[in-house]
């Protein structure tokens, strides 16, 4: 099964926009195998995703029931990049969309958090892959810079 998000981290993935409604049913059912609970997250599991609308109600139905809660702004960040950085190691998500989803959070927060350190190293590393003028290194070497960037968590 793939790795899902934790009621936290699902929350400040929400939050910031890195969530799509596609993924709550999944996230319902891991969370089910983890031992949570309710008649709306077993609804939830379920679900086939045809209207978006259903899942919504159902996800904002289970969020009362579990009694998971918003996250600060402050915490959401370290949420986020540990997801990302799990769903990495498990080979779910390739470098660039670790990188893409970085730099969708700080455009989402409108880089209000300048707690994000992470963040913005790889936000630096997406400007160079992104401009238009020559850059000075090679499209491979700021790509071994991410590499070595994301396993320097390891």
């Not at 949420?79 to 959070?105: N, S």
Request: charged share 25%.
């Amino acid at each position: 099964m793939k790795l899902q998000p934790t009621p936290a981290q699902a929350m400040a993935l929400l939050t910031s926009g890195l969530l799509d409604v596609s993924e709550f049913p999944d996230i319902a059912a891991q969370w089910l195998a983890d031992g949570m609970d309710s008649a709306n997250l077993r609804m939830l599991a379920g679900a086939d995703n045809e209207d978006p609308n259903d899942i919504r109600d159902l996800w904002t139905a289970t969020l009362k029931d579990l009694e998971i809660q918003a996250i600060p702004f402050e915490m959401r960040w370290p949420q986020i990049w540990t997801y990302e950085l799990a769903t990495w190691k498990a080979d779910q998500r390739t470098r660039g969309q670790v990188v893409r989803d970085a730099v969708q959070y700080l455009r989402a927060v409108d880089y209000a958090d300048r707690d994000a350190e992470e963040a913005y190293a790889l936000w630096q590393l997406w400007d160079e892959l992104t401009s238009n003028y020559i850059p000075p290194r090679t499209e491979a070497e700021i790509w071994a810079d991410v590499d070595r960037y994301l396993h320097s968590f390891d």
